[in-house]
């Protein structure tokens, strides 16, 4: 799968809501039933911490996103491992993000 974007062409103003998922590589050399239980979540990566890889993450955004890292008014995170290394990054305006929540609720 190629490198996707669906990034709107324009910042996005105001204050925002930032969730990542962080996909970490499973090593070559485990076995099939640790692989199974990885990519379940039953067993996450422990290397790096999220607050590292959500502040590095934001940095990236900033300017082309957002605005400024400072209109982040919520964020959250996880770590998984995937059959690939690779940062799912979903930025919803505060007011879209409400939006979204009310009409599941």
């Known amino acids: 799968m190629a490198n996707q974007c669906l990034h709107r062409d324009v910042q996005i103003p105001g204050y925002v809501v930032v969730d990542f998922v962080f996909y970490f590589p499973i090593p070559i050399s485990t076995s099939a039933k640790k692989k199974a239980l990885m990519l379940a979540g039953e067993i996450l990566p422990t290397s790096c911490d999220c607050t590292n890889l959500q ?45 979204i929540n009310v009409s599941r609720a």
């Not at 300017?63 to 998984?80: G, P, Y």
């Open 55 to 99: 502040k590095f993450y934001e940095d990236c955004i900033k300017d082309i996103l957002i605005s400024d890292d400072r209109n982040v008014a919520q964020i959250s995170s996880k770590k998984l491992y995937g059959d690939k290394a690779k940062v799912l990054i979903k930025v919803f305006s505060l007011q879209e993000y409400k939006e």
